[in-house]
Nanobody
Framework: QVQLVESGGGMVQVGGSLRLSCAAS????????MGWFRQTPRMQRELVAT???????RYGDSVKGRFTISREDGNTTVHLQMNSLKPEDTGVYYC??????WGQGTQVTVSS
Protein backbone atom coordinates (compact mmCIF):
# COMPACT_ATOMS: atom_id res chain seq x y z
CA GLN A 1 0.00 0.00 0.00
CA VAL A 2 1.25 3.46 -0.91
CA GLN A 3 1.09 6.34 1.57
CA LEU A 4 1.31 9.97 0.51
CA VAL A 5 2.37 12.88 2.70
CA GLU A 6 1.70 16.37 1.37
CA SER A 7 3.23 19.60 2.56
CA GLY A 8 3.65 23.23 1.58
CA GLY A 9 0.15 24.65 1.54
CA GLY A 10 -0.75 27.92 3.16
CA MET A 11 -1.91 31.44 2.57
CA VAL A 12 -0.29 33.86 0.14
CA GLN A 13 -1.18 37.17 -1.48
CA VAL A 14 -2.07 37.56 -5.14
CA GLY A 15 1.01 37.27 -7.30
CA GLY A 16 2.89 35.27 -4.71
CA SER A 17 4.34 31.78 -4.85
CA LEU A 18 4.00 28.50 -3.01
CA ARG A 19 5.68 25.14 -3.40
CA LEU A 20 3.79 21.94 -2.65
CA SER A 21 5.49 18.62 -2.06
CA CYS A 22 4.17 15.07 -1.94
CA ALA A 23 6.27 12.14 -0.77
CA ALA A 24 5.25 8.58 -1.51
CA SER A 25 6.26 5.71 0.75
CA UNK A 26 5.30 2.16 1.54
CA UNK A 27 4.82 -0.69 -0.87
CA UNK A 28 5.24 1.25 -4.07
CA UNK A 29 4.34 -1.14 -6.87
CA UNK A 30 6.27 0.54 -9.62
CA UNK A 31 6.95 3.73 -11.42
CA UNK A 32 3.56 5.23 -12.02
CA UNK A 33 2.62 8.79 -12.79
CA MET A 34 2.01 11.27 -9.99
CA GLY A 35 0.09 14.48 -10.05
CA TRP A 36 -1.84 17.23 -8.37
CA PHE A 37 -5.56 17.93 -8.54
CA ARG A 38 -7.53 20.59 -6.74
CA GLN A 39 -10.98 21.08 -5.34
CA THR A 40 -12.15 24.66 -5.59
CA PRO A 41 -15.42 26.25 -4.44
CA ARG A 42 -16.49 26.73 -8.06
CA MET A 43 -15.57 23.44 -9.61
CA GLN A 44 -15.36 19.75 -9.05
CA ARG A 45 -11.92 18.27 -8.58
CA GLU A 46 -9.84 19.37 -11.53
CA LEU A 47 -6.49 18.57 -13.00
CA VAL A 48 -3.61 20.81 -12.01
CA ALA A 49 -0.59 18.90 -13.29
CA THR A 50 0.72 15.38 -13.76
CA UNK A 51 4.14 13.90 -14.42
CA UNK A 52 5.09 10.42 -15.57
CA UNK A 53 8.06 8.45 -14.33
CA UNK A 54 9.78 9.46 -17.55
CA UNK A 55 9.21 13.14 -16.89
CA UNK A 56 6.38 13.84 -19.32
CA UNK A 57 4.20 16.59 -17.92
CA ARG A 58 0.64 17.73 -18.44
CA TYR A 59 -1.01 20.87 -17.09
CA GLY A 60 -4.52 22.15 -16.66
CA ASP A 61 -5.26 25.10 -18.94
CA SER A 62 -5.73 27.52 -16.06
CA VAL A 63 -2.22 26.95 -14.66
CA LYS A 64 -0.11 26.65 -17.80
CA GLY A 65 2.83 29.01 -17.69
CA ARG A 66 2.48 29.62 -13.96
CA PHE A 67 2.88 26.20 -12.32
CA THR A 68 5.67 23.69 -12.73
CA ILE A 69 5.58 20.06 -11.65
CA SER A 70 8.77 18.11 -11.00
CA ARG A 71 9.79 14.77 -9.59
CA GLU A 72 12.81 13.56 -7.59
CA ASP A 73 14.02 11.07 -5.00
CA GLY A 74 13.85 8.14 -7.31
CA ASN A 75 10.49 9.31 -8.59
CA THR A 76 8.86 9.05 -5.16
CA THR A 77 8.51 12.76 -4.45
CA VAL A 78 6.66 15.26 -6.58
CA HIS A 79 6.77 19.03 -6.26
CA LEU A 80 4.45 21.70 -7.57
CA GLN A 81 5.94 25.15 -7.88
CA MET A 82 3.11 27.66 -8.08
CA ASN A 83 3.91 31.20 -9.21
CA SER A 84 1.79 34.24 -10.01
CA LEU A 85 -0.98 32.89 -7.84
CA LYS A 86 -4.53 34.16 -8.32
CA PRO A 87 -7.57 34.12 -6.03
CA GLU A 88 -9.14 31.45 -8.24
CA ASP A 89 -6.24 29.13 -7.38
CA THR A 90 -7.67 28.90 -3.86
CA GLY A 91 -8.69 25.38 -2.95
CA VAL A 92 -7.63 22.07 -1.50
CA TYR A 93 -4.80 20.48 -3.46
CA TYR A 94 -4.58 16.70 -3.57
CA CYS A 95 -1.65 14.57 -4.57
CA UNK A 96 -2.37 11.47 -6.62
CA UNK A 97 -0.17 8.43 -7.09
CA UNK A 98 -1.74 6.80 -10.12
CA UNK A 99 -4.00 5.14 -10.50
CA UNK A 100 -5.93 5.74 -7.30
CA UNK A 101 -3.91 6.60 -4.19
CA TRP A 102 -4.80 10.09 -2.96
CA GLY A 103 -3.16 12.27 -0.35
CA GLN A 104 -5.11 13.93 2.45
CA GLY A 105 -5.12 17.33 0.76
CA THR A 106 -3.47 20.62 1.61
CA GLN A 107 -5.19 24.00 1.66
CA VAL A 108 -3.99 26.80 -0.58
CA THR A 109 -5.51 30.23 -0.04
CA VAL A 110 -4.69 33.21 -2.26
CA SER A 111 -5.87 36.50 -0.81
CA SER A 112 -6.47 39.67 -2.81
Amino acid sequence: QVQLVESGGGMVQVGGSLRLSCAASGDIPGMFAMGWFRQTPRMQRELVATITSGGTTRYGDSVKGRFTISREDGNTTVHLQMNSLKPEDTGVYYCLYFPKTWGQGTQVTVSS
